[in-house]
């Protein structure tokens, strides 16, 4: 339901492996589908003034909290959640590679050949599970129209969120930001820079919607791991 691919399969992999096709499947189209599924949600649940509020520039970061960052995170959620280390550690290793500035080769392998080498092995791996027996099934059908409906909570949630943060600031955040709370990196973020631009030209949303673009990752991650942690001794 969060359009986070890689969290949906490690968390399948655990629980219901029998399911990986589907779940992954189901988990990628959300994410293909952002700019179709997430507008009317946005719009029906703010008002065009609202969708027309202009945010302030954002602040510089300074590189030492672009390094602290991640390896604060990630000590903080591996020891709240362990399940979710390897899922938050790969996240955070990530980031760290390019926000350190030493480790540049490791980055952009990291960014380019490791990253389409894993892509392809992901995806050889993930469709030799989806056999025609698992995946031509109603139960397929029932994961996508399920994953589907908790997308669709989660966008509406991140509004409404969006819509109290612009009550209490008297109008300085615009709404639009919280549809991104989602773990659709960056696409989420563009489809709320792209109804915000409609209502307003002047509009940049961009970078401010990365913010709950990048914490819907975060929260993804420790949300499987809550999951494991509940419903793994029971499988």
Known sequence: GGADGPTAIFTTTQLAPHLLGSVAIAAYSYMALVPIIQPPIMKLLTTKKMRAVRMEQLRPVSKLERIVFPILVAVVVSFLVPDTAPLIGMLML????????????????????????????????????????????????????????????????????????????????????????????????????????????????????????????????????????????LV
Do not use: W, Y
């Open 94 to 233: 990530g980031n760290l590679f390019r926000e350190s500035g030493v480790a540049d080769r490791l980055s952009k392998t990291a960014q380019n050949e490791l990253m389409n080498i894993v892509t392809i092995f992901l995806g050889t791996t993930v469709g030799a599970t989806a056999s025609a027996e698992r995946f031509l099934t109603p139960q397929t059908l029932k994961i996508i129209a399920l994953g589907l409906c908790a997308f669709a909570i989660g966008t509406a949630g991140g509004v409404l969120l969006g819509d109290l943060m612009c009550i209490i600031t008297g109008g300085k955040i615009n709404p639009l930001i919280g549809s991104a709370g989602v773990s659709a990196v960056p696409m989420a973020a563009r489809v709320s820079q792209k109804v915000g631009q409609k209502e307003n030209p002047t509009n940049f949303l961009l970078m401010h919607a990365m913010g709950p673009n990048v914490s819907g990752v975060i929260g993804s991650a420790v949300a499987a791991g809550v999951l494991l942690a509940i419903l793994k001794p």
